[in-house]
């Protein structure tokens, strides 16, 4: 399968599968997965895995065909992972919150030959655009009540068998596409192999010290792919994840408390939420178990950071940089005190970094540059996309997703503008072109962008800023329904600003950095 990205000379004989055999052989019964009062040990992971494995080739599903995770938070998230990896399939990930015409998107970009869901409101979705995905061949449904001609899950794994899978699976085997960014068009899909995420995962494992004790409060959506990767991290670790069903700010210090989990990543906005919480409901709770408490998925700003390691008093608190492309790029400590503004740390472990000019030209210490990485957790390349891979690596190995960062002479990296023009609200992922696309096909509009504003609840909220066609008039409200006809709530426009023309490039790119300055004056951010 060519993703548009040129090999290199290097051999590869690592993968996270091989790994989780071992921790089955050294701990079966130990717990691997809970899940409210559920538990998996590492036995029950590794045979109800090869039972969903099995299940997946009495379907007819082969090696490189993919599958679409459309699941909340739930027990059987990991095993769904891993029964994909034992023979080869790719899985790809979707916000269970997309609305069906959403999720068509994806289905039909990754070519996705059968989707796993847990809910009949999601079935409706799916059914309600089945006509337009014409590759899926295959609905499979968790909760119990699956439709005629849907799959049962339980059914599925329950008439398997238990024993290891017959595939040939090989490290460098392209196992998960992550969809990401879709600012100069639909989201793009990031290829994963096998030996990236096993060495995306070890260096997770190295930075934060894991090992078999460590428990992970899977508490962010596991769909992100911060979530993912932690998740990852946890497994090859040898730990437990203990997987939260769905994030409720006030009771964060409850499952730390219950699971005495040693680590937990939420995305900044969450920890926010999460210290709304009164102070004598938290204190009811201990969350001395913590080792580690981590940040990313979006700017952490020294306000949160400060309020984290007041909180936290026992963990090591972390700002990480992370991508779908790179799995995670960088992590800044607070072991010693709150850092200036930008600062996202140094390397992460086997990750070399260095910043270029537009030409390709390596710049000055302390000068602007896009960040480029190179190492074995890098992506190989966009699906069906090979020039948006060309564009985005220097030769085979330096690539880059469009972050515009500085060397500081403290050795640290610094942020200096985001990258592309992805809003971040309530730590989810908006792609501006996502809601253009759908307000341009409102008779009114001339022109328009999309942009993120600030919100005191949510981080970033979606912002239009229009302009009419001569003589046409609508109002907010009307743009605002037009949206929420399409789009999923998350995505819909708060707001609606008119305006006499959009600031443009000399090649007429929008200049939304522009836009963003007006409604970001004076706050502590990257714009």
């Known amino acids: 399968m060519d993703f548009g990205r040129k090999p290199g000379n290097k051999s590869y004989s690592d993968d996270s599968t091989s790994t989780l055999r071992m921790n089955i052989l050294k701990n079966p019964e130990k717990p691997a997965v809970i899940c409210e009062d559920v538990m998996l040990t590492w036995r029950q992971v590794w045979e109800r895995s090869n039972r969903l494995a099995n299940a997946f080739i009495r379907l007819g599903l082969k090696k490189e065909d993919r599958v679409l995770v459309f699941l909340p938070n739930c027990l059987e998230y990991m095993e769904t992972y891993i029964a994909g990896n034992k023979i080869g399939l790719i899985s790809t990930a979707g916000n269970f919150r997309l609305t069906g015409q959403e999720v068509a998107y994806q289905l039909n970009d990754s070519g996705a ?32 009540g699956a439709p005629a001609g849907v799959h049962s899950y339980y059914s599925l794994l329950d008439s398997a068998s238990p024993n290891d899978p017959d595939a040939s699976v090989k490290p460098e085997d392209v196992h998960m596409l992550m969809y990401t960014s879709g600012t100069t068009g639909n989201p793009k899909a990031a290829a994963r192999s096998l030996k990236s995420d096993y060495h995306m995962s070890n260096a997770v494992c190295h930075e934060l010290g894991l090992c078999e004790d460590d428990i992970y409060l899977a508490i962010a959506p596991l769909y992100a792919a911060a979530s993912i990767g932690y998740a990852y991290s946890a497994m090859l670790s040898g730990g437990t994840i203990a997987i939260v069903p769905s994030f409720i700010p006030d009771k964060v210090f409850y499952y730390i408390e219950k699971y005495r989990a040693t680590w937990l990543f939420m995305v900044p906005i969450m920890y926010d939420w999460t210290f709304m919480t009164p102070e004598d409901v938290r204190s009811k709770y201990d969350t001395s178990s913590l080792r580690h408490v981590v940040s990313c998925g979006a700017p952490l700003h020294n306000t949160t950071a400060a309020k984290m390691i007041d909180c936290f008093k026992s963990a090591e608190i972390s700002n990480w940089l992370g991508a779908s492309e790179f799995g995670f790029i960088t992590r800044c400590s607070y072991r010693d005190g709150l850092k200036g503004d930008g600062c996202i740390g140094k390397a ?36 069906n996309k090979p020039e948006a891979t060309q564009e985005a690596y220097l030769d085979h190995e330096w690539g880059t997703v469009g972050d515009i960062a500085r060397l500081g002479d403290d050795g640290n990296y610094y942020i200096v503008d985001r990258k592309n023009d992805m809003i971040i609200s309530g730590g989810i992922n908006i792609y501006p072109v996502e809601v253009e696309n759908v307000l341009k096909r409102h008779e009114a509009i001339a022109d328009l962008a999309v942009i993120g504003v600030p919100d005191e609840k949510w981080g970033e909220a979606v912002k239009a800023v229009v302009v009419l066609k001569k003589g046409i008039t609508v109002t907010e409200n009307e743009l605002i329904e037009f949206c929420r006809k399409e789009l999923a709530g998350f995505k819909v426009p708060k707001s609606v600003d008119f305006a006499e023309q959009i600031p443009r490039s000399f090649i007429g790119k929008p200049l939304k950095k522009d836009l963003r300055k007006k409604y970001w004056e004076g706050r502590n951010s990257v714009i």
């Open 113 to 144: 030959k059968a989707i796993i869901l847990k809910t009949k409101e999601q079935y409706d979705n799916i059914v309600a655009v089945k006509d337009k995905v014409p590759a899926l061949e295959h609905i499979i449904m968790i909760d119990d």
């Open 348 to 383: 992460l472990f086997d990750l070399e970094l260095k910043i270029f000019d537009e030409k390709g030209a390596p710049v000055k210490d302390g000068e602007p540059g896009i960040l480029y990485g190179r190492g074995f957790s890098m992506w190989e390349g966009y699906l």
